[in-house]
């Protein structure tokens, strides 16, 4: 190899082994490098990870150096929130970076909020990831899997989806017209509000019989056989994307870093993303500390905290006790249950990052709760009282933080940032329905998720068509 480091812009980084694919299984690390789509390792069939010869790539001397970036918005690469930090993800030349502007996100201090979770002023933040172009979080990952598919010239790529990758995977695919875009769905297991996104750009919406685990496991088998490029989250350049949420965060916080990240899991990708994220800065010595990361489940899609909280797996240096994992599925299956949760972004059972989530857990002394939909949606109802509003999936975070504070493990004057993974409009359908005065519509959408109650609903005010009647009203409710 060249002893020269990795010029900002070179393509360098596919011949000369900068940026490299490694196996996860530490009693395997098989190495490969960056030229060809992988989503499993060759030799033993574990997850791979994207790892860099940080000691070859020019890194800013202090995370604070990112913020001259910003005068360079001119330039895609660094309009961009996710390539805007290129240098801690530079697996892909300037020239093949694919970028729609998505990063631009909000980091909000939610006072209010906090009120409700029961921390102290100035203590929460949400990281709202809805303003991304598509709606939600994906477009992160789903533009670093994008340029690393047209490194590989990929003409075609395919997901499996609740919603918000199939829409991100259709947009990019729309806009920039490198690939078709083909998507699995399980049937009756998609929001409309995320669904229309899919047949709106264009994309081949292929909808079989079962939910997303069964889904995930054809795409992966149409992939292989067609040659088509898999862009879920098993694909490790997904991950190296949504790194960058992390890194918006911290510059939010002027390069702080927060005692707490808490995070919804459904497939687990944005919590193995955000604990490599913090593993690499302290490698690279741009932090001194990391925070600790909650993962909060849906009561109706718990498999991590089943396995991680009752089961007591963990990451063991590598090597987990898998077969943990493996009896836990097969009494699914004996059972034949389904992940079944109003929060349809991470109704998952079957977590295709479960062992990364493992290492991040681990690196950042991380916990593990689950949340009923009831608290999904009340917490829900506190965020968009705040003025942001989220999708069903993101309130778990509030919900889970406030667990969290319940139970004495967060202290009420510990800073904590709460990931809204994706838009209010996603899932309008739940939105209305908790705020109805129709109780019929009430409980056809939520009651039969076990939510009994909407405690902080805002319901419309029903008047005759009358003037003064609606004057009355205004003055005795506004």
Same mark, same amino acid.
């Given at each position: 190899?060249?002893?020269?480091? #990795?010029?900002?812009?070179?393509?360098?980084?596919?011949?000369?082994?900068?940026?490299?694919?490694?196996?996860? !299984?530490?009693?395997?690390?098989?190495?490969?490098?960056?030229?060809?789509?992988?989503?499993?390792?060759?030799?033993?069939?574990?997850?791979?990870?994207?790892?860099?010869?940080?000691?070859?790539?020019? %890194?800013?001397?202090? $995370?604070?150096?990112?913020?001259?970036?910003?005068?360079?918005?001119?330039?895609?690469?660094?309009?961009?929130?996710?390539?805007?930090?290129?240098?801690?993800?530079?697996?892909?030349?300037?020239?093949?970076?694919?970028?729609?502007?998505?990063?631009?996100?909000?980091?909000?201090?939610?006072?209010?909020? @906090?009120?409700?979770?029961?921390? &102290?002023?100035?203590?929460?933040?949400?990281?709202?990831?809805?303003?991304?172009?598509?709606?939600?979080?994906? &477009? !992160?990952?789903?533009?670093?899997?994008?340029?690393?598919?047209?490194?590989?010239?990929?003409?075609?790529?395919?997901?499996?989806?609740?919603?918000?990758?199939?829409?991100? /995977?259709?947009?990019?695919?729309?806009?920039?017209?490198?690939?078709?875009?083909?998507?699995? *769905?399980?049937?009756?297991?998609?929001?409309?509000?995320?669904?229309?996104?899919? #047949?709106?750009?264009?994309?081949?919406?292929?909808?079989?019989?079962?939910?997303?685990?069964?889904?995930?496991?054809?795409?992966?088998?149409?992939?292989?056989?067609?040659?088509?490029?898999?862009?879920?989250? *098993?694909?490790?350049?997904?991950?190296?994307?949504?790194?960058?949420?992390?890194?918006?965060? /911290?510059?939010?916080?002027?390069?702080?870093?927060?005692?707490?990240?808490?995070?919804?899991?459904?497939?687990?990708?944005?919590?193995?993303?955000?604990?490599?994220?913090?593993?690499? $800065?302290?490698? $690279?010595?741009? *932090?001194?500390?990391?925070?600790?990361?909650?993962?909060?489940?849906?009561?109706?899609?718990?498999?991590?905290?089943? /396995?991680?909280?009752?089961?007591?797996?963990?990451?063991?240096?590598?090597?987990?006790?898998?077969?943990?994992?493996?009896?836990?599925?097969?009494?699914?299956?004996?059972?034949?249950?389904?992940?079944?949760?109003?929060?349809? +972004?991470?109704?998952?059972?079957?977590?295709?990052?479960?062992?990364?989530?493992?290492?991040?857990?681990?690196?950042? &002394?991380?916990?593990?709760?689950?949340?009923?939909?009831?608290?999904? /949606?009340?917490?829900?109802?506190?965020?968009?009282?705040?003025?942001?509003?989220?999708?069903?999936?993101?309130?778990?975070?509030?919900?889970? +933080?406030?667990?969290?504070?319940?139970?004495?493990?967060?202290?009420?004057?510990?800073? %904590?940032?709460?990931?809204?993974?994706?838009?209010? #409009?996603?899932?309008?359908?739940?939105?209305?329905?908790?705020?109805?005065?129709?109780?019929?519509?009430?409980?056809?959408? $939520?009651?039969?998720?076990?939510?009994?109650?909407?405690?902080?609903?805002?319901? @419309?005010?029903?008047?005759?068509?009358? #003037?003064? +009647?609606?004057?009355? +009203? *205004?003055?005795?409710?506004?």
């Amino acid at each position: 190899m060249a002893d020269t480091k #990795l010029a900002k812009g070179s393509s360098s980084a596919i011949q000369s082994g900068i940026a490299f694919q490694r196996c996860l !299984n530490s009693l395997c690390g098989a190495t490969f490098d960056i030229g060809q789509e992988r989503t499993a390792c060759d030799r033993c069939g574990d997850l791979l990870d994207i790892e860099y010869d940080w000691s070859r790539i020019e %890194v800013p001397k202090r $995370l604070s150096d990112f913020e001259q970036m910003w005068t360079r918005r001119y330039e895609p690469l660094r309009f961009s929130g996710v390539w805007r930090f290129h240098e801690l993800l530079p697996f892909a030349p300037a020239d093949k970076v694919v970028t729609v502007g998505e990063g631009q996100t909000l980091l909000q201090r939610a006072d209010e909020v @906090a009120k409700f979770v029961g921390m &102290d002023a100035g203590k929460l933040f949400l990281q709202y990831e809805g303003m991304n172009p598509s709606g939600s979080f994906k &477009d !992160n990952g789903m533009c670093a899997a994008f340029s690393h598919a047209r490194m590989t010239g990929a003409k075609r790529a395919a997901c499996a989806s609740t919603g918000n990758t199939s829409a991100s /995977l259709a947009m990019y695919s729309s806009v920039t017209r490198l690939m078709k875009a083909v998507i699995f *769905i399980g049937s009756g297991k998609i929001s409309y509000g995320k669904l229309s996104q899919a #047949l709106e750009y264009g994309a081949l919406t292929v909808q079989i019989a079962g939910d997303f685990d069964d889904a995930m496991l054809r795409v992966r088998e149409v992939s292989k056989d067609l040659g088509i490029y898999l862009v879920n989250s *098993i694909n490790p350049f997904r991950l190296e994307g949504q790194k960058t949420v992390m890194f918006r965060v /911290l510059e939010a916080l002027r390069w702080e870093v927060p005692d707490w990240i808490v995070v919804p899991g459904g497939n687990l990708g944005n919590s193995s993303a955000f604990g490599k994220a913090f593993r690499e $800065l302290k490698q $690279l010595g741009l *932090i001194d500390r990391v925070p600790r990361l909650a993962v909060i489940n849906a009561a109706g899609a718990d498999t991590l905290y089943q /396995l991680y909280e009752r089961r007591n797996l963990r990451w063991n240096d590598g090597a987990p006790d898998m077969s943990i994992t493996c009896h836990y599925y097969d009494d699914l299956d004996a059972r034949k249950a389904k992940a079944d949760t109003i929060a349809s +972004a991470i109704e998952i059972n079957r977590p295709v990052n479960l062992k990364k989530c493992l290492r991040a857990l681990d690196f950042c &002394d991380g916990v593990v709760r689950k949340v009923t939909d009831q608290e999904i /949606l009340d917490a829900k109802a506190q965020v968009g009282a705040g003025g942001i509003g989220c999708e069903p999936a993101s309130a778990a975070s509030v919900a889970g +933080a406030k667990m969290l504070r319940d139970e004495g493990i967060i202290a009420p004057s510990e800073r %904590v940032v709460c990931i809204l993974t994706g838009h209010q #409009l996603k899932d309008p359908t739940a939105t209305v329905a908790y705020h109805t005065t129709d109780q019929d519509k009430f409980n056809e959408v $939520l009651g039969s998720r076990g939510v009994s109650r909407a405690s902080f609903a805002n319901r @419309a005010i029903a008047v005759p068509n009358e #003037l003064d +009647a609606i004057i009355r +009203a *205004i003055q005795l409710y506004g």
